[in-house]
Structure formats: C-alpha cells, structure tokens
C-alpha cells in the first residue's frame, strides 16, 4: 500500500470515528483513534502521522523503541497495547505514555517500582479479560477490585481506565462484550480509590470499533483498517 492511501485511509478511520461518537450522542473529541503499528514499518507509521496521528500503539518493547528512536521529530504518544512482561517494565515506563495491558498485582508493582526509579507515573489501563478466555491475558472480571485496591495503594502507578479484546465472533457479541466493560467500568469507578480514575475505555479494533465507540470507547486501537493486512 502507498504511503498516501495510508494517510487517506487513517483520516476515513477518524472520520468514521467521529461519525460513531456523533450517532451516540457523543462529543467527536472524546474518542482517540490509536494507530496500531504492529509489524508495520516506520514509513507507514510516518504516513499515518503526517496525516494526523499522534497516538500510536505498539505490541513490542523492541519494535516501538526503535520506531520512537526514528520518529523522534515527530509529536507522538506511544501506548503499549500488546501483553507486556514483568522484566520489560522498565523499558515500558521509559517508552510508553500509556500503557493498555496491565494484567496483574506482580506487572502493578514492577511497573510502580520501575517508575520510582525513573522519577515518573506509570499510567495504565487494566485488561480485563471479558470473556473469561482461557488463552486470553487479562484479569478476571470478578477479580478487577482486587487488583485495583492493590493498583491504588502503589505511589508511582495511576490507573486511567480498562480496556478488552472482545472474544472471537459476531459483531453483536463484540458489542456485549463492550457494554460488559463499561458496565465493570462504571461500577468499579464508585469505589473512589486512590490513584485510580476510570475514565478511559479501551476497546474496538478495525472489525468492531465503531460498535464500541457506541457502548463508550474513549480509545480505539485501529490497524489493519489503516494499513491493511499484517505483514
């Protein structure tokens, strides 16, 4: 694919966002498109971002380092979207402005201990596993409070949301699986924790987002849309 279709093709992904946001009764801004880059070259990821992107997800510690190193001119936000391992943490506090896959007390507490060592917050988004998968990261939906009461005593660690992969099938089942996370979202924001605030909802890929961004999606991570299929 040329590097101008992927421009055109990114600002047709924000406009059906927008168009999504609007169907809802939503505000347009409210809704962040994320460039999911996987295995995409930085080239294709230059196209998207000179046609607009400044949100660009990545499933590799490596591979968005190397991308942050050459794209460095540009005004990115890198969001970790992929499952990340305990002993990448320090990298992922130093690379990422958001990271989507926190799973469990052990990635809470190493990325907290990473972040004090550096001088910063680690914000995270909490995967939560909807669809009780068993192959699937993401923690339990019965176990959410748990490990938000441990998140919310950790000094360097902010919790800004929750994010899901829906289970494979239908676009109706993607949707209850959508509403199934916003309603967890809802419920758990009342606890009023410390260091913990709820108002991201990750959730919708290139097949479901605008059906998420229907039941409250406030972050989109949207690739083969954008460059096709993966490499």
């Known amino acids: 694919m040329t590097l101008a279709a992927i421009a055109e093709r990114y600002r047709a992904v924000v406009e059906r966002a927008a168009q999504a946001a609007i169907r809802a009764g939503r505000r347009p801004a409210d809704v962040t498109v994320v460039v999911a880059a996987k295995t995409f070259d930085v080239e294709a990821v230059r196209a998207a971002a000179t046609a607009g992107a400044e949100h660009v997800g990545e499933n590799y510690v490596q591979e968005a380092r190397e991308k942050a190193r050459r794209l460095a001119e540009l005004p990115i936000r890198w969001h970790m979207i992929g499952r990340l391992q305990r002993n990448k943490a320090k990298q992922a506090v130093a690379l990422f402005d958001l990271v989507h896959s926190l799973d469990s007390i052990e ?20 995967e939560v596993n909807v669809g009780a998968e068993r192959t ?41 699986s959508f509403a199934r996370l916003r309603a967890l979202r809802d419920r758990h924001d009342d606890l009023r924790l410390p260091n913990v605030q709820l108002k991201e909802l990750s959730m919708g890929m290139s097949s479901d987002f605008e059906q998420a961004i229907a039941e409250g999606a406030t972050l989109v991570r949207v690739g083969t849309a954008i460059f096709g299929p993966h490499r």
């Open 107 to 126: 990635l809470a507490r190493a990325l907290d201990r990473a972040a004090a060592e550096a001088s910063k917050i680690a914000s995270c988004l909490v």
């Open 136 to 176: 699937k990261a993401g923690v339990a939906s019965d176990a959410l409070e748990t490990l938000l009461e441990h998140a919310a005593a950790l000094p360097n660690l902010r919790i800004r949301g929750l994010m899901t992969i829906p289970p494979p099938g239908t676009a109706s089942a993607a949707r209850a």
